[in-house]
């Protein structure tokens, strides 16, 4: 008997487990139906500047390009720099650079050969990283020139006509900065740079449009936008107590009354990664800098006089990213309450499952599904894709939640900033036996062993799961996650040829 209660006992314990995590996880999961529903009530076109500049009254822009060890990209990114339009006189670059290797002898015979055509251009090299890519935006900052301030990271190639479809927007004297949206040229390179361009979609076309169209706050990217000079210096200029100094100002100048301009209709193309540890590596910065951000300002947010519905997306805004703490609670759970409840039947799936699948995964591919669709991407393409992304967003959650744990216990780690490789297409050159490469570590075992959990809990159910068929489609979908992203991890780190310089 005692043993009976036992086991009963612990039974209710998992199951209670289980359904308060995927509870907590539908806060986070329905509110992408928010968003979408924001989307559609407040989308549209571009916003159309307030006036247009006459030219002769054009302000300075300064162009910040940071560097960090970038000798595959760093021609490409000055080189479509300085084809941008706009008056030379009224145009300063900026090369932020912290290189330890040959970066900075590229850097510096790109720019003479520029300067020498009238372009003003320099160098700016630190022999330290003292605040990392924020410290250099902040050294730059205090000698530039420009009223403006445009950044464009290492992987980025703004476009020619990137200023002048920006610019005018800063007529009025309230806006302090402009947002534009992120394209990918290596789209189609690979499964995981496709899925990635998926989910940043998502941020770009769906989030930012509806936060900003909406009155919501929504932040600066690092790149592929434009500040107003004033705004920066109001809000405290570049600090950096997170890893995420961009989302850090963004909501200290927000915070201090400027407005921001979101162009959802001015793409810039960037290069996103091509390696599985490299993305694991900015999806760990981003995760933890977000975290970081909230425990700094969410307090002084809250206390604001802003309105409630600002309020709440800047708590879903920052936070969002302990959903992946929550997901790998789930992922250890989920087997356990499979195997609990192996022979419940249909009228428990409809009465305790189904509504947490449409408010926590349902949610999910509707959100990317409406982003996709929005960029006119092919419908079957969006159907083959949509389980990658959510697998590879779940076998990262791991990596993730590390992030945020070490961000919620104060832990401090470096900067890492994300390789890059100038891969624009599939059959180009091969990656693998360039400098930077990221070494893999030994999450992709801990990865590998959820994977292995849920093989075994697939199992069990086609052994026994006479009622219990349904949850295979969700056990498979977290078992291809996990095995995926640690089987990358593992078998690219094992293709390269060189090792990784210290980033």
């Known amino acids: 008997m005692w043993i009976d209660l036992d086991q009963t006992l612990w039974k209710v314990a998992i199951l209670m487990a289980y359904f308060l ?14 968003m979408v529903y924001l989307y559609r009530k407040y989308g549209g076109g571009d916003p159309t500047p307030k006036a247009r500049f006459e030219d002769a009254l054009l302000p300075i822009v300064t162009i910040q390009l940071p560097l960090f060890n970038e000798r595959y990209v760093v021609e490409r990114l000055i080189e479509a720099t300085c084809q941008i339009d706009y008056p030379l006189d009224r145009l300063e670059i900026q090369i932020l650079d912290d290189s330890t290797d040959d970066t900075t002898a590229l850097a510096l015979e790109l720019a003479e050969r520029f300067r020498a055509q009238g372009i003003d251009i320099k160098v700016l090299h630190r022999t330290d990283r003292t605040g990392y890519k924020a410290g250099a935006l902040q050294a730059g900052m205090a000698v530039a020139r420009g009223e403006l301030i445009a950044v464009f990271d290492a992987d980025f190639v703004p476009q020619p006509e990137f200023l002048r479809l920006t610019i005018d927007h800063f007529t009025d004297p309230k806006v302090g900065m402009v947002q534009a949206r992120w394209g990918y040229i290596n789209r189609d390179y690979s499964l995981l740079t496709r899925a990635q361009a998926v989910l940043l979609d998502g941020h770009f076309v769906l989030e930012h449009t509806a936060r900003n169209r909406s009155g919501r706050f929504f932040n600066f990217n690092g790149t592929a936008g434009m500040w107003r000079r004033t705004a920066i210096e109001e809000a405290g200029g570049w600090e950096h107590h997170t890893l995420t100094e961009d989302l850090d100002l963004s909501y200290r100048a927000q915070l201090k009354g400027w407005q921001f301009i979101f162009l959802r209709d001015v793409v810039v193309p960037s290069e996103i990664p091509v390696e599985m540890n490299a993305f694991k590596a900015q999806q760990h910065r981003w995760a933890k800098g977000s975290l970081q951000t909230a425990i700094k300002l969410l307090p002084r947010v809250l206390k604001s006089p802003l309105p409630f519905k600002v309020k709440l997306e800047a708590f879903h805004h920052l936070t969002g990213n302990l959903a992946y703490l929550l997901l790998v609670v789930l992922a250890v759970l989920m087997p356990l309450a499979t195997l609990v409840r192996i022979q419940h039947g249909w009228y428990e799936v409809m009465i305790l499952d189904l509504p947490i699948f449409i408010s926590a995964t349902f949610s999910v591919c509707y959100f990317y599904w409406v982003s996709q669709r929005e960029i006119g991407r092919d419908r079957l393409e969006i159907v083959r894709l949509i389980p990658a992304v959510l697998g590879i967003g779940i076998g990262v959650s791991l990596n993730n939640a590390k ?10 780690t470096p900067f890492v900033r994300t390789p890059k490789y100038a891969i624009e297409r599939r059959g180009g050159e091969s990656w693998t036996s360039k400098l930077y490469i990221r070494k893999t570590t030994l999450m992709p075992l801990l990865e590998f062993a959820l994977g292995l959990w849920f093989s075994y809990a697939i ?26 992203v640690a089987s990358l991890s593992v078998t690219q780190s094992l293709m390269t040829r060189s090792s990784a310089q210290p980033n």
């Open 21 to 34: 995590t995927l509870l907590l996880l539908s806060f986070y999961g329905s509110h992408r139906y928010l």
């Open 403 to 412: 992030a945020v744990v070490e961000a919620l216990v104060g832990y401090k």
């Open 459 to 484: 199992w069990t159910v086609f052994v026994d799961g006479r009622y219990n068929l349904y949850s295979l489609p969700f056990l498979m979908l977290f078992q291809f996650g996990f095995f995926y």
